[in-house]
């Protein structure tokens, strides 16, 4: 057992961890390991919204073309694709794609195939809207955590290593404690979110400054490989308490620090639904996301609720889970929204 | 609002609280304080332990007499009378009594009437077991919790005064920030139980000597004035699940550093049982106490329910909840076993 923070990461501690150094969790976990030359990488969410039926089959052309330009050089190393309809029944589709290095990000983002496409003033005349959300935070910023060691999602597959099983998992608290800037920094918040540029078409290309340790959670589950029993445990009992909070979240989630949830499910590169699926939410600090996940009924009993599955099934999942949280300084974020409704993502509760 | 650690027991930290500065609970509690003189408290759990119906008339009868010397000079400033069946089948009743200083509780103690009777070789020949599980806290070493500011219960009863509505509480690791002691100290366990003395009767008359940072607590509910949906709710859905979290930590707590538990009953002086009822138990430490309540399913499901419940109520609740948590030095504490079976208190395990 080794502690989630990787060794070249850790630091003479100013913080406490919560739990005791004899602490043994209840069952193994992994963490994602970056490459000694990694030392920041890039989430990018790359947005297409759209509503009603019609506009469906132009939003998955506009879908297709941003996971065709990941093809390009310095491209992503791992994407998804995703959707969800939102709480004003706009479809939502995001190509999530991950980098383990600036550089190339930048690069690929200054291709003129893919810059000219994005500044073009046509994205404001096609019935849809588009964004991005860039979070590129330093390895010392975030951390990954998956109930198995291997076929990691997310950040996890740039990130080209694997932790040993780590002692930081299965306690409230321990999501502070595997990222490695918990060591010395309470993470505290500061500033505000806000509008920081418009376009002459005020509204239409609109851009997001976000604030000094703003919080980012993507917590997913794959339920592919369940089977009978926890088959009907996940699809009868977990996934609607899951579904009650995210709905939670998503309609009430302002005010309690929760910028913007959104309960996606994985798409086939046909667009069909994969048995995949992932809360994605912003937070106005790692503070206010842990006092949500640890008195809200919903993501009490959801926690409650795995822990006693995991005993049922004697420790022997077939469910997947994993997640990754980064708690962001300002030069971390960007967001960036084109044609979108104004409570689209970092957008809500602004406009 | 204000902190649950008394200004005078407030001390420059080397230790954070796991909450920012900004954060506000849910929903009010309270804590018990103890005016300035006083420094140090005693809770006095005095037992009686018998087996089968013949024998429960002479067990009353000796609960009676304990609780009549409570009466006596410099007696305790309050007691309640409990039973439960323990997980031998033995009947355990208990006056458990607290003093608000030392002093009048030694004298209390070394009064002829209470120490003759406690010392005299006829304990040992009336099929009855005695135990005495005396804890005597000084005030940075404990902390207490209600949910409402009046009619304390326990030790809350003898301190004298109450708090306004707490910072610290409705997150996990509450408990540990409401110690004082925890602003500086991991109270990190250290030491074995031990059994220290014992009469040439072997095994008859049982001393254990705890160790450093042994941890307890009394965490009880009274559902009398609870009507409707709300009793309904206690009944019919939390108890059971208390029940169980219980129940696996008499049969299986030693694993995970449970020494002892009690799910306790009041009774009314007539010997008849009241609407109240609490656990009672005593750990290696508070982490080990932290960690069973944040991953047992069913203390999880506990406070998930509870957290769901107080919102589906409004906040208006008539279930009255309170704990008190103590951390405890090795002078501190003070058992001792008369004619009782080995997995008696904090014998288990040991013999």
Known sequence: MESAIAEHLKCPRTRHRRIEDDYVPPYPAWSARAAGAVSQVVMGYFGVQSRGAAMQGRACAALAGIARSFGLTDGPGHHDLTHFVDADGFDNMIAIAY?????PFARWCA??????????????????????????????HYETLFNTPDRFEGVGVVMGGASGDIQEHAYWGSMRDRIPLSQTDAMVPSGVRAIVAQTAQAG??????????????????EWADTRGQERTLYVDEMEPVLREGMEFLRDQGLGIGCYSNRYMRHLDAAGAPLEKSFGLSFWRSLA?????????PTHVAIFGGFMRYVQALNFQLQLRVYHEVSVLKT????YEYVNCHPRTGLLNGLA
């Open 99 to 103: 980098w383990n290095d600036p550089a």
């Open 288 to 296: 206010d996301l842990e006092r949500w996940a640890e008195s809200h």
């Open 111 to 140: 291709t003129p195939e893919v810059d000219d496409w994005w500044q073009s003033d046509q994205r404001l005349d096609e019935d849809l809207g588009y964004f991005r959300e860039i979070v590129s935070p330093r390895v010392a």
């Open 204 to 221: 239409r290309r609109v851009r997001v400054a976000g604030h000094e340790h703003l919080a980012m959670i993507r917590s997913g589950q």
């Open 331 to 334: 030069d971390e974020q960007s």
